[in-house]
T-cell receptor
Framework: AQSVTQLDSQVPVFEEAPVELRCNYS??????LFWYVQYPNQGLQLLLK??????LVKGINGFEAEFNKSQTSFHLRKPSVHISDTAEYFC????????????FGSGTQLTVLP | NAGVTQTPKFRILKIGQSMTLQCTQD?????MYWYRQDPGMGLKLIYY???????DKGEVPNGYNVSRSTTEDFPLRLELAAPSQTSVYFC????????????FGSGTRLTVV
């Protein structure tokens, strides 16, 4: 079984400040990791993914995440946020050998303040 | 390319009524999924399908049924609606790999009163 824990349900941050959204996962097999963003009243949009290779992955809108196998983490970072980054962010994991099912964390609401 | 299309966008049901949430994709994706999203709970998998004629239960299947008669369509059926089924429902699809992540529909907001 696999699971995802997003450690912060809400993260307020001022515009142009850096931000880190934390994600830890548990799985008994190799994993694929994802971050999705959901803007109000919309579906989910893929931000970035880790499938293999380099542990530092870059995504859209200036976001990046680092896969840390020893700490079973996949934290999302952005060096300078904008008001338009206000949204809910979901971390998700899928294990190799599954029917490509994604298990999602409970989400982190990022609010960027002027 | 329409992607994943869900209908309706909003619906209010009375307790005990039934309805079908429609999901159609035009990308020839083999894998399709239904999730429900409740506040503070993330997304929970209801049912999934790895191809036409093949479906399986996810984490929270009780009260729901699905069918997959074609590659394009994956409807979700609610029988005897209950207030606990008030939620936002998302349909998603992928090819056979996770290389491009899931493509999600825009969701159906269902309220059972």
């Amino acid at each position: 079984a696999q699971s995802v824990t997003q450690l912060d349900s809400q993260v307020p941050v001022f515009e142009e400040a850096p931000v880190e959204l934390r994600c830890n996962y548990s799985s008994s097999v190799s994993v694929y990791l994802f971050w999705y963003v959901q803007y109000p009243n919309q579906g989910l949009q893929l931000l970035l993914k880790y499938l293999s290779g380099s542990t530092l992955v870059k995504g859209i809108n200036g976001f990046e995440a680092e896969f840390n196998k020893s700490q079973t983490s996949f934290h999302l970072r952005k060096p300078s946020v904008h008001i338009s980054d206000t949204a809910e962010y979901f971390c998700a994991v899928s294990s190799s050998g599954s029917a490509r099912q994604l298990t999602f964390g409970s989400g982190t609401q990022l609010t960027v303040l002027p | 390319n329409a992607g994943v299309t869900q209908t309706p966008k909003f619906r209010i049901l009375k307790i005990g009524q039934s309805m079908t949430l429609q999901c159609t994709q035009d990308m020839n994706h083999n894998y399709m999924y239904w999730y429900r999203q409740d506040p503070g709970m993330g997304l929970k998998l209801i049912y999934y399908s790895v191809g036409a004629g093949i479906t399986d239960k996810g984490e929270v299947p009780n009260g729901y049924n699905v069918s997959r008669s074609t590659t394009e369509d994956f409807p979700l059926r609610l029988e005897l609606a209950a207030p606990s089924q008030t939620s936002v429902y998302f349909c998603a699809s992928i090819t056979g790999t996770l290389n491009y992540g899931y493509t999600f529909g825009s969701g159906t907001r269902l309220t059972v009163v």
